[in-house]
């Protein structure tokens, strides 16, 4: 019953933002609520604040104990979401596939079912020695996707 109540809460302050969405939410046994944000501009404190008091302002403290954690998801978190994709355009992502695959590329374009990396790589020249700088790229369908991450540079 507080769970559907809590889920209920978080759905309808996420249907008033429809730039924000859900990454992850879960209640622990000891009542912690645990709620991982996204946005498709990123999220802001102000975005977590906002979910936060949808939330906390309209549970009656008198009738339920809880703690409640509203985060975003952080950078070197893994894409989980169609709409995180979006948002990382133009980015460098290493992508582990089912079939056991690391591909690593720049995101290109992201469809409806697939994505498109871009990458070039230095292979050994046809013909005599030395190597040659050959652009490849690999469409990759979110099915076959085991994780995504954005490589972060420094």
Not at 11 to 31: C, P, S, T, Y
Not at 39 to 59: K, L
Not at 98 to 117: A, M, Y
Request: aromatic share 6%; charged share 35%.
């Amino acid at each position: 019953m507080f769970k559907d109540l809590v889920e209920e809460l978080l759905m309808d302050a996420l249907a008033k933002r429809e730039d924000l969405f859900l990454i992850d939410f879960e209640i622990l046994a000891d009542n912690t609520i645990r709620v991982i944000l996204d946005g498709d501009d990123g999220i802001t404190v102000d975005d977590c604040v906002y979910i936060s008091r949808a939330i906390e302002h309209n549970i009656d403290r008198e009738e339920y104990d809880f703690s409640l954690e509203v985060t975003s998801a952080g950078a070197a978190s893994p894409l989980v979401h169609k709409r995180q994709y979006n948002k990382n355009i133009g980015r460098d992502l290493e992508i582990k596939t089912k079939q056991g695959e690391t591909v690593e590329g720049t995101l290109s374009s992201v469809g409806e079912d697939s994505i498109l990396l871009k990458w070039k790589t230095r292979e050994p020249k046809p013909v005599g020695k030395g190597k040659v700088t050959i652009k490849k790229q690999a469409e990759i369908e979110y099915g076959d996707i085991e994780t995504a991450k954005v490589i972060i540079k420094f």
